[in-house]
């Protein structure tokens, strides 16, 4: 069987429910032309680490959203081409500066009954912005003022100024709407929200063993188009080379997160093909600007002038990645061509240690995921690198819900990490990662603050002329270009093995991928 490598198209989406049954331009892993009846069926995901909580107003990560995008859903979502498009809402449109209608879908229920209108709406995005319930999701939506409820089926988002970018920010899974019965359950001590998902989504959550796998069950009375097969499993599998022989062997149907250096073991496999797709993902070395010596500027560039990126790049990511220049890449709207971070040159690296009276080097200590092969690879590559201008590079690995848990508490000194631009928007991409107001849990781990970016980030979320916000985020990232908060490496590829008996599965560049038009077919 010839075996196929897949390279999308750059774009993002979620897929859109009711739409079509037909999956568009998103390239599927296979394209036969005869599907079986899945009534019965199963589809098998291995993943490399468990989720932190099923609550789409909870943590932040990649796995996360795909997971918390099939048991619910947002106002808007976008489709193939990156335009928005609605989903729970039948249209929208924006009334004057400060105010956003939603017109919403009628007739759709949650799945424990309840109905979706316009006070499920209010509800969720109160909660979300209340300062008690400290929901890591509040920095994507601090801008709304109120949520007004205008009949049942209509809803105002007043924001407290104006904000473009506001559709587009609900569309992230921090906006999925929960069902009002359950939140109000779990105010009152009757359900968990992190560990009992509630949407309106074509997947309902059958059961949670943590460590192992999540389950999900077919929405038999979903409002859109119901899936073509019964069940979703997500088998917790870290082991890499344990996820290619559950795929060799079929025990599983797909596994995420494939080492370009084992791209060669999926080519060569009988039943299943490679899929690598494009991201507008950017890992990244982050300092934690707290700590001593790293909250000095000179000793993060010396860092960043000690490491080669463009062979870290080659290196370790080969085709399957293109090396960065700073926290988005140029698919992104705002990108600066000509920021100029530090490049490599130990020379330089030198003198700036020299500089900061640190000639002779000092200890510090690197956390990363201990099931992430390749960044364990990047952190030992770095090592070498920097332990030439006398740092002394300590690498610790962690779970991956106890790195996410410290690096939120300030506790580290350096980290490796990155961040998924899933909106492929600047404002989620900049905003949420380097103001000041969101330290921590909502995305800004390096303890960063400026107050020149802070009022340009403000100002940009405000600023209705393309120009002139685009001028403003290329003079963050010139800004950061300088200061090194963090060093952005590489923008890498998605890369999976999809057994060929499975149909329409998607990986999408904004790091999800979707089962809403999955089937398993003959071979």
């Known amino acids: 069987m010839k075996k196929q490598m897949i390279f999308l198209p750059i774009f993002s989406a979620i897929a859109l429910a009711a739409c079509s049954s037909d999956p568009g331009d998103s390239t599927n892993a296979t394209d036969p032309s005869t599907t079986s009846d899945s009534s019965d069926e199963t589809i098998t995901m291995a993943i490399t680490a468990d989720i932190p909580d099923l609550n789409p107003q909870g943590a932040s990560e990649r796995m996360s959203g795909s997971i918390k995008f099939h048991v619910f859903e947002t106002l808007v979502a976008p489709d193939e081409n990156m335009e928005l498009q609605p989903l729970l809402a039948e249209s929208y449109e924006q ?36 300062p008690e319930i400290a929901s890591p999701m509040f920095a994507q939506f601090n801008v709304i003022d109120e949520v007004e409820v205008i009949d049942d089926y209509t809803v105002h988002f007043i924001t407290e100024e104006p904000f473009q970018s506001l559709p587009n920010n609900l569309s992230h899974f921090g906006g999925a709407i929960i069902s009002p019965k359950a939140i109000e359950d779990a105010e009152n001590g009757d359900h968990n929200l992190d560990l009992d998902p509630v949407g309106t989504g074509p ?14 069950e077919k929405n038999e009375d979903y409002w ?24 060799d062997t079929g025990e599983v149907d797909i596994i995420d997160d494939i080492e370009p250096v084992n791209t060669g073991q999926i080519d060569a496999m009988d039943g299943a093909n490679l899929v690598a797709v494009e991201s507008m993902r950017s890992n990244y070395i982050g300092f934690n600007l707290d700590v001593e010596p790293l909250d000095d500027e000179r000793v993060r ?38 920021s100029d971070f530090p490049e490599y040159d130990i020379e330089r690296a030198r003198e700036l240690l020299a500089e900061a009276g640190l000639e002779d080097g000092f200890t510090t200590s690197i956390w990363l995921e201990e099931s992430d092969s390749v960044a364990v690879q ?29 690096t939120t508490e300030g506790n580290h000194d350096l980290f490796l990490l990155g961040w998924s631009n899933n909106l492929g928007d600047p404002n989620d991409a900049i905003y ?18 400026n107050d020149e970016v802070d009022e340009l980030l403000i100002d940009a979320r405000k600023e209705s002329d393309d ?12 800004i950061l270009a300088e200061e090194v908060p963090r060093i952005d490496y590489v923008h890498p590829y998605y890369i999976l093995g999809v057994g060929d008996h ?8 904004s790091e999800h991928h979707s089962f809403r038009n999955a089937s398993i077919i003959e071979n």
């Open 95 to 130: 009334l004057d500066d400060l105010t956003w209608e939603f017109k919403l879908k009628e007739g759709i229920s949650f799945h424990d009954d309840e109905p979706f209108n316009a006070e499920a709406v209010k509800t969720n995005f109160d909660r979300v912005l209340d």
């Open 203 to 216: 997947f309902v959550f059958d059961s949670w063993t943590q460590g192992e796998s999540i389950n999900f």
């Open 224 to 247: 859109g188009d119901a899936v073509d097969f019964d069940a979703l499993t997500y088998l917790i599998v870290p082991e890499q080379s344990t996820r290619i022989a559950m795929l």
């Open 301 to 338: 560039q010396a860092f960043a002038h000690a490491i080669d990126r463009d062979t870290l790049v080659t290196g370790f990511y080969g085709e399957y990645g293109s090396k960065a220049t700073g926290p988005i890449s140029d698919y992104i709207f705002g990108y600066n061509p000509d």
């Open 378 to 406: 990047v952190a030992q590559h770095v090592q070498d690198q920097v332990a030439e201008i006398g740092i002394n590079l300590e690498i610790q690995q962690l779970e991956w819900t106890t790195l996410i848990t410290e």
């Open 432 to 449: 949420r990662q380097f103001h000041s107001d969101n330290i921590g849990a909502a995305g800004n781990r390096m303890w960063y603050s």
């Open 467 to 478: 120009a002139v916000r685009e001028s403003m985020y290329q003079e963050v990232q010139a």
């Open 502 to 509: 499975i149909e329409g599965f998607e990986q999408f560049v």
